[in-house]
């Protein structure tokens, strides 16, 4: 169900991207302009920008994606930002990403790296959270969290993974959650056959950044291997009632391919609260073969596969960190 449910990401991925693309012009050394290849951002998929905002204390934006051009306005830590376009400035290195962008004075070009593409909160704690999705060198991996505290007027802690992109960033429901301040689920999309999908959740708890858990999930592309793995992660309702939604996703609790809750039903002996419990599954699937190695078919020329592993782990949130359930 996974595997297919992967497919399904390559095939959305495959069907959006025809972009409309338009062109702004950077300077050369030399003094002669560079093109530089702007799209819209049509594809909120993988660009789901939530409140985005400037980072830094003053972001110039210039009338052309190119430092040397004319300042059009200064802009202050926080304000908000209207991106209309993107783009890659591949003719320096390291590679320079940015964003076009409406202000007051008309249309202008700030620097990615100075815009936090997600902006969230804890209000009554004061707390303040930029996610930074895109760095100077582009093409690599990574994002990043700061917390900013209202009360003292600074950053005081940042969470930074080289290992997976923002594609992907929302806020989990912490509600009832032990000493929990914010929780925050990561993924990035490798829409291409044989990528996958790799995700994140990061925890702001007891006024640090951990991360919570990993999973992943990908296929190869020439035979039916493939690996999964999934977390459930308590949800209190309004009612008051708890349930272990996978990813702790609400909006996508229902699976329109099987028709079922994305849930997972609590141990009937369970013997602590059921918001401390997470649960975690790893299953794996190989291609059958025969002595020499060569892959088995079935009658409508798929690959005989079987389950080479399918486990179930629980943990326990004690406030602090994960515990392993034995």
Same mark, same amino acid.
């Given at each position: 169900?996974?595997?297919y449910?992967?497919?399904?990401?390559?095939?959305?991925?495959?069907a959006?991207? %025809? $972009?409309?693309c $338009?062109n702004?012009?950077?300077?050369?050394?030399?003094?002669?302009?560079r093109?530089?290849? #702007?799209?819209?951002?049509?594809? +909120?998929?993988?660009?789901?920008?939530?409140?985005?905002?400037?980072?830094?204390?003053?972001a110039?934006?210039?009338?052309?994606?190119? !430092?040397? &051009?004319? /300042?059009?306005?200064?802009?202050?830590?926080?304000?908000?930002?209207?991106?209309?376009? +993107?783009?890659f400035?591949?003719?320096?290195?390291?590679?320079?990403?940015?964003?076009?962008?409406?202000?007051?004075?008309?249309?202008?070009?700030?620097?990615?790296?100075?815009?936090?593409?997600?902006?969230?909160?804890?209000?009554?704690?004061?707390? *303040?959270?930029?996610?930074?999705?895109?760095?100077?060198?582009?093409? =690599?991996?990574?994002?990043a969290?700061?917390?900013? +505290?209202?009360?003292? +007027?600074q950053?005081?802690?940042?969470?930074?993974?080289?290992?997976?992109?923002?594609?992907?960033?929302?806020?989990?429901?912490?509600?009832?959650?032990?000493?929990?301040?914010?929780?925050?689920?990561?993924?990035?999309?490798d829409?291409?056959?044989?990528?996958?999908?790799?995700? %994140?959740?990061?925890?702001?708890? @007891?006024?640090?950044?951990?991360? $919570?858990?990993?999973? &992943?999930?990908?296929?190869?592309?020439?035979?039916?291997?493939?690996?999964?793995?999934?977390?459930?992660?308590?949800?209190?309702?309004?009612?008051? @009632?708890?349930?272990?939604?996978?990813?702790? *996703? /609400?909006?996508?609790?229902?699976?329109? /391919?099987?028709?079922? #809750?994305? !849930?997972?039903?609590?141990?009937?002996? #369970?013997?602590?609260?059921?918001?401390?419990?997470?649960?975690?599954?790893?299953?794996?699937?190989?291609?059958? !073969? *025969?002595? @020499?190695?060569?892959?088995? #078919?079935n009658? =409508?020329?798929?690959?005989?596969?079987?389950?080479?592993?399918?486990?179930t782990?629980?943990?326990?949130?004690?406030?602090?960190k994960l515990?392993?359930?034995?």
């Amino acid at each position: 169900m996974n595997s297919y449910i992967l497919s399904l990401h390559y095939i959305f991925f495959c069907a959006v991207l %025809s $972009l409309l693309c $338009l062109n702004a012009f950077a300077q050369n050394t030399d003094g002669t302009q560079r093109t530089i290849s #702007l799209h819209y951002l049509q594809n +909120e998929y993988y660009e789901n920008m939530s409140d985005p905002l400037v980072i830094s204390d003053s972001a110039i934006i210039y009338s052309r994606p190119d !430092t040397s &051009s004319d /300042v059009v306005i200064t802009l202050p830590f926080k304000k908000s930002l209207k991106i209309v376009r +993107e783009g890659f400035d591949e003719n320096i290195r390291p590679i320079r990403k940015w964003y076009e962008v409406d202000v007051e004075s008309g249309k202008g070009y700030i620097k990615a790296v100075e815009v936090a593409t997600h902006f969230f909160c804890n209000v009554p704690r004061k707390l *303040d959270y930029f996610v930074v999705t895109d760095f100077i060198n582009a093409q =690599d991996d990574g994002f990043a969290i700061y917390k900013y +505290e209202e009360n003292k +007027e600074q950053f005081t802690d940042t969470f930074k993974s080289d290992r997976i992109r923002g594609d992907i960033v929302v806020e989990v429901n912490y509600a009832g959650w032990k000493n929990v301040d914010l929780i925050f689920h990561a993924k990035k999309i490798d829409a291409y056959c044989g990528g996958g999908i790799f995700e %994140s959740f990061v925890v702001d708890a @007891n006024g640090h950044f951990s991360e $919570l858990m990993a999973t &992943s999930e990908y296929g190869d592309d020439g035979s039916a291997d493939s690996y999964s793995s999934s977390v459930w992660l308590p949800v209190k309702f309004a009612n008051n @009632n708890i349930l272990l939604v996978q990813n702790g *996703d /609400v909006a996508h609790i229902f699976n329109e /391919v099987s028709g079922k #809750l994305n !849930t997972h039903s609590f141990p009937k002996e #369970l013997t602590f609260p059921k918001m401390e419990l997470i649960v975690f599954n790893e299953r794996q699937i190989v291609t059958i !073969t *025969d002595k @020499n190695g060569e892959p088995l #078919l079935n009658k =409508d020329g798929s690959y005989k596969s079987k389950v080479a592993k399918d486990k179930t782990k629980f943990f326990r949130w004690n406030g602090a960190k994960l515990v392993p359930v034995k």
